[in-house]
């Protein structure tokens, strides 16, 4: 091969991104292309913010997703863990009898969702329990603890400090199209994508999730705390779904306990969709937000279509079947090549 095709090889792999990221984003672009072409109302500022808006939640929900996948697990629970953190919060500061305020509101999701999160790790690290049946699990007990001991009623009015918040953009704009919003809690989970992908890429606990994703035999041996580090993974998730709660919550305005569970669908499908492994050991921060956008992109372009919700979730549940069984035949023609090239290596041995 010449030294420009070896160039121009190594120019299309770093274009197309270690989890085929670049794919993704071209094929984004070709949906809102396309969308815009159907539907010249779609390639407008206010709908672009309409679906910035909207991945908010899905976002922070799926960087938590996306930390479990890696790991090697599967997880959710998140949507429960999620609501029982905000509610339980909004129900603990309804008259803000301590005076504790945002702030205080917001440590006391992160502590509820801690603790929720070290229920699941500890069950799956400490008796090393397969990860769907635990959080399923768990997924039911959080939601009947919700309903059963801290309330069902929905609450119409938040406590002031939340209220005042949730009318809060970050840009507003006027444009032929109407009226533009972005809101300002874009901020923190544009924030919490920024840290994760560095702790991902530049800490050597984030190298430890991969490895244990890899192969946790081989992450064992390598002289890894797999225990320590599931446990400190499935902690994290349950804070950062506590934060996409409290968020959902604050932008919805009130607080309803059977909101959020019943879409997990739609989290799992974005984290798959953005280059995770099912199988573990493999995922990007940047993958997860072009998944999350596709998602969001795609829901926005049906409604507008006037499709039913219901094909909705099939267009979504289409997705992720597609995107697991490309994954699955990537790695099974992997393991083939990988095979061979065990095979030949043993003749040249042999001869």
């Given at each position: 091969m010449t030294a420009r095709g070896v160039t121009a090889g190594a120019v299309a792999h770093r274009l197309r991104g270690s989890n085929n990221e670049g794919i993704l984003a071209i094929v984004l672009v070709l949906l809102v292309v396309g969308m815009s072409i159907a539907n010249p109302a779609f390639f407008t500022l206010p709908t672009a913010f309409s679906i910035l808006r909207s991945s908010i939640v899905p976002l922070i929900l799926a960087l938590g997703v996306l930390l479990v996948i890696i790991s090697g697990g599967i997880d959710v629970s998140f949507a429960a863990i999620a609501v029982f953190a905000a509610y339980t919060t909004v129900m603990v500061f309804e008259g803000d009898t301590f005076g504790l305020g945002l702030v205080g509101a917001v440590v006391s999701a992160l502590i509820i969702g801690a603790l929720?999160?070290?229920?699941?790790?500890?069950?799956?690290?400490?008796?090393?329990?397969?990860?769907?049946?635990?959080?399923l699990g768990t997924q039911g007990i959080f939601n009947g603890v919700l309903l059963a001991y801290v309330g069902s009623r929905y609450i119409a009015n938040l406590p002031d400090p939340m209220a005042a918040i949730s009318t809060t953009n970050?840009?507003?704009?006027?444009?032929?199209?109407?009226?533009?919003?972005?809101?300002?809690?874009?901020?923190?989970?544009?924030?919490?994508?920024?840290?994760?992908?560095?702790?991902?890429?530049?800490?050597?606990?984030?190298?430890?999730?991969?490895?244990?994703?890899?192969?946790?035999?081989a992450a064992r041996r390598a002289g890894i705390r797999v225990t320590r580090i599931q446990l400190v993974v499935y902690v994290v998730v349950g804070m950062m779904a506590a934060v996409a709660g409290m968020i959902y919550m604050i932008m919805g305005r009130s607080a309803n306990p059977h909101e959020l569970v019943g879409g997990e669908l739609d989290i799992i499908a974005a984290v798959v969709l953005g280059g995770a492994s099912i199988f573990g050991g493999r995922g990007s921060v940047l993958g997860t937000v072009l998944g999350v956008l596709l998602i969001q992109?795609?829901?926005?372009?049906?409604?507008?279509?006037?499709?039913?919700?219901?094909?909705?979730?099939?267009?979504?549940?289409?997705?992720l079947v597609i995107g697991v069984g490309v994954q699955a035949l990537a790695a099974r023609g992997t393991w083939r090549a990988r095979g061979r090239l065990g095979i030949n290596t043993a003749r040249e041995v042999t001869a």
């Open positions: 929720l999160g070290l229920v699941n790790g500890f069950l799956i690290a400490r008796f090393r329990l397969p990860t769907l049946i635990v959080t970050l840009i507003e704009v006027t444009t032929a199209g109407g009226h533009a919003y972005l809101h300002v809690l874009v901020i923190p989970a544009a924030i919490l994508a920024l840290a994760l992908s560095l702790v991902l890429r530049r800490t050597m606990f984030g190298r430890s999730i991969y490895a244990i994703g890899g192969d946790i035999d992109v795609i829901n926005n372009s049906l409604t507008l279509a006037g499709v039913p919700s219901a094909w909705q979730r099939t267009a979504v549940g289409v997705l």
